[in-house]
Each structure stands twice: as C-alpha cells, then as structure tokens.
C-alpha cells in the first residue's frame, strides 16, 4: 500500500479499533476495497465477512457453491443480514456491498439503528462499499464517510511493470519505454480506476504494439468517457496550439514557465502545483482561447465546467453536484479545469438567502474551500468579463495563483492576429499588408479581427475574385467594435485592473 491508499487504510484501522459502528467507503473498486480489508482483518486478527444482495453473507474467500455455508441463504434479505451482525459473537468485519438502495427503507434504517447501539459495545465493524454516499438523515449521525483513493502512481507503476513482464513472457516481446515516456503515460493514467488503467495499457498494446506518447491518446480517451457520464462537465478536445493565440506575451510566458510544473521532477524540487489563473477583460479578446491553447500545450484533459448544469431542481442536490463535479475533476487530475464567466456562474451570492434559500451561496462557499484548499493537480482557468458582478471572494488571495487583464489588442498584436487568422483560411499572410490591417482594425478585439477576415472572405467569393485586404479593410468599415459601443465600461475595466491584476500583455493599448 502506497501513500494515500495507506493513509486512508491507517484511518479505517483507527477507526475500527475505536469502535466506530458504520462507515461508508466511496469508492467505484470493490476488488481493492476488498484486498485492503482483508490485510487489515488479519492485522487485527479478526474475521471479514462480505454481504450483497445476491449471494447475502458470506466468509472472505467462501465459494459461491460451498456445501458449508457460513450464514443462511436468507442474508440475501437486507433485514435478515442486520440481525445475523446482531447475533455474531466473535471480532469481526462486515463488508456490505452497494448497500445504498436499501437505505430509503424506514425498516431497514430502524433496523439499522439498533444494530449500531450493539456495534458500540462489541468488536465488529460494518463497512458499506459504494460509488455514492446516499445516507439518510437518521444516520447522519452514526455513519463515517471514507473516501478511498483511486491507484497513485506506484500503484500504476507495479500495474505497468506487470503488464509489460506478461507481455514479455506470453508474446515473447521486449518493450522498452523511454523513462520520460513512462512518467507522461502514468501521470496520464492518473484518475483511472486500476481496471481502467489496465485496460488503456492492455488496448494500446493490441492495437499499436507498443507504449509512447501517441499513445497518450488512448488514455486520454477512456478519462473522457468517464467525465461524460457524469453529465456535470465537458470534455473539450481541442487543436488550438499556443501558437493560434495572438499577442498575450506577459501571459503566455507565464503558462511557459509552468509547463513542467505537473511533472514527477518538479514535485521533487518542492513545487506545489498550480491552482489556476483568473483571466479577467475585454470580450473576444483570447481568454477562452488561451484555455483550449494551453490544455494543448500541457497535454492535459480540458474541462469544461457549466455552473449552471450544478444547480438542479431537487433540494440538496445542487450542493451535492458541486462535490460530484470537483470529485470528478479530480479523478481525473492532473487536468485543466475551465470555467467561462464565472461572474455569471455565481452572480447573486450575496442575495441568494433571499432568491433560493441559499443555495448559490452554498454552492459557491463549496466551490471556494475547494478552491483554497484543494491539493488535486486541478488547475483551474476561470474567465471573467464583469467585474462589477463578480463576487469579490474570488479575488482574495490563496484562490488563484495569479489574476490577468486582458486588454484590446494594439498594433503589433493586431498584425499577429490577422496573419494567424488568414493562414488558418489557406492565404498567404506575406500576400497582404498586415501593417495596414491592423491600423485600420485599430480598437478590435481578437474575434472581430476573426469576423472580418470572414466577412471579407464572403465578399470576395460571392464577387468571384480572391481575397484581398481590400475585402477585409471593406469588413473592418463596416463594423462598430465592441470597443466604441462599450467604451465607459471598457475604460472602468482598465481603471480597476490597474492596480488588482497582472497586464496579460506587455505592450499599454493604443486605444
């Protein structure tokens, strides 16, 4: 057992020998839920007993068609289960499995009651096993929730060795992988259960012959399936390189010092994670495109969180969504968690007593504990375009490592923008005059800069001719900027920003 399996395991032990009556274990891995257990009953010299609904109670390691049962088949009744833990003498551990359903039956609570008054004074445990908590109010009191951690590195690592040592000795084949190669491999494999993981490393082997870094991809492509079956976020597959994000210096050397800031060796010199970045500014002008860039650039899944899919009809369930939605988040790490307009995602905190019984204000209290304190290789890139709407709380220091303003882009920036915009449209940006481009898009942000070589394309193909900048400069004219229909708002932007963020740019606007 290795760091926080064993930590976890320390606290379960502790627990059992202070008598604590019920614990919940969530987890999605019965089988090493199962082998911890049972290394901890023979620690503790007593006997580990296992419950479902389809076999009832049976020994660790009794066959299913054993002629010596050690309880009556009738254990498969979830009351019939509880009143044999009653009447059990010897030490003992009960693991119940997916137990949840049965605790929305008032007898099964009620019995469940009486058997934890027992459980006080004797030396037996009863354990449930569970992806999902689902404890009833009766019981909040007499249960403790453990989580169980999914596999940490050298968990993976000994999964690894041992598939490549099968592969070696059933295919007779020798695979060797570089050691950079396998940390990006096992880092990417982080957030899977073991059986996930041996299924990537099983999958990429049959279908490629091998284990690199294309075959990142594979893992990458399990973790997506286990991000969308949660409905509460997305994962965004993106090819938007760095590159593709014009201007932003300040910010993108930033993300560049902070590359290697996931990696086995920075962890060794003593760097802590990254918690994120709060990008605040000027709509259309790159922030959720830096997102896309640098999940891109770190090879690291891209999430996306919708607020709004947290805040469910049913009472109490909106709280629970938030954990459900940071868990899985973290499941998955290390991964960039994206959160557009987070303004909006939490806009009326302060009122939310009075509009919904302060449910938004519990959500986002959540939200900002986790945010303080998590530990997770999350690393949170959160958006903002109104400033006069986003709580303040955010801004504290300790939620995000560093706050930027993004501004309009000026000259130079301009140029970029236009020659990664008409190289995207198979042009040759040397063909056109960039410098000319820009001056005349003088206030524009980056996705105006966008519409009007679209615009310009669409002039150009219905008059049956090529693009030029004249098509473009044609767009340009025609189009009011955002920067001119919202001037006073931009400039308070400015004025806030100068003193409370980072310039994501070197470069003062020229507007």
């Keep these: 057992m290795e760091g926080l399996e064993k930590n976890t395991l320390s606290g379960i032990e502790v627990y059992i020998r202070a008598r ?17 257990l049972a290394s901890l009953a023979a620690r503790l010299n007593k006997k580990l007993f296992f419950w479902s609904v389809t076999r009832g109670l049976h020994a660790q390691g009794e066959a299913m068609q054993s002629q010596r049962r050690s309880f009556s088949p009738n254990t498969t ?5 509880l009143e044999e833990i009653f009447k059990f003498v010897d030490a003992a551990i009960f693991l119940f499995k997916d137990f949840h359903p049965y605790l929305r039956d008032p007898a099964v609570i009620r019995k ?32 403790t929730v453990v989580d169980f951690p999914l596999p940490a590195l050298p968990q993976l690592q000994i999964l690894l060795d041992s598939i490549l040592e099968q592969v070696r000795e059933s295919a007779k084949k020798n695979i060797t992988i570089e050691e950079a190669t396998r940390e990006r491999l096992l880092k990417a494999a982080l957030g899977l259960t073991l059986k996930e993981a041996e299924n990537c490393f099983a999958r990429a082997l049959v279908l490629r012959g091998k284990l690199s ?3 990142l991809g594979i893992i990458l492509t399990e973790k997506e399936q286990a991000i969308r079956k949660s409905g509460l976020l997305e994962y965004y597959r993106t090819d938007t390189s760095i590159a593709g994000v014009g201007g932003l210096d300040n ?28 990008l605040i500014g000027v709509q259309g002008c790159g922030k959720s495109l830096c997102a896309k860039a640098i999940s891109r650039e770190w090879s690291l899944p ?42 909006k995602a939490f ?14 204000s519990r959500v986002f209290s959540t939200f900002l504990t986790w945010l303080q304190e998590k530990t997770a290789p999350v690393f949170v890139m959160a958006t903002a375009n109104n400033i006069s709407i986003l709580p303040p709380e955010l801004l504290r220091k300790g939620r995000f490592d560093e706050i930027f303003f993004v501004d309009l882009p000026i000259q130079p920036e301009r140029e970029e923008i236009f020659r990664i915009h008409i190289q995207k449209k198979g ?61 006073e708002d931009i400039q308070r932007l400015r004025e806030w920003a100068k003193e409370r963020a980072r310039r994501a740019t070197r470069y003062e606007s020229d507007t």
């Design 77 to 81: 009744d979830p009351l019939e289960a």
């Design 20 to 36: 604590y009556p019920l614990l919940t274990i969530v987890s999605w891995e019965e089988e090493r839920v199962e082998e911890a």
């Design 213 to 215: 870094d294309e075959e």
């Design 112 to 143: 469940l009651r009486e058997v934890t008054r027992h459980l006080r004074s004797s030396h037996k445990t009863l354990i449930f096993v569970s992806p999902t908590m689902g404890i009833p109010l009766e019981l909040e009191k007499d249960i």
């Design 347 to 360: 806009a009326g905190t302060s009122s939310s007593h009075l509009s919904d019984a302060g449910t938004t």
């Design 251 to 278: 910010l993108k050397e930033y993300f560049e010092k902070r590359s290697q800031a996931f990696t086995e060796k920075a962890r060794l010199f003593g760097l802590p994670p990254p918690k994120g970045v709060l």
């Design 302 to 343: 891209l999430l996306r969180f919708d607020v709004g899919k947290v805040f469910a009809s049913l009472v109490g369930s909106s709280e629970e969504n938030i954990r459900r939605a940071i868990a899985i988040a973290e499941s998955v790490a290390p991964a960039l968690l994206w959160i557009d307009e987070i303004e």
């Design 427 to 487: 042009r040759e940006p040397a063909k056109f005059d960039l410098p000319r481009l820009a001056a005349e898009s003088k206030g524009f942000s980056g996705a105006e800069i966008e519409e009007a070589v679209v615009s310009g394309l669409y002039e150009a193909f219905y008059g049956g001719e090529e693009l030029t900048e004249e098509h473009i400069i044609t767009a340009i004219r025609e189009t009011v900027p955002l920067s001119r229909t919202m001037m």
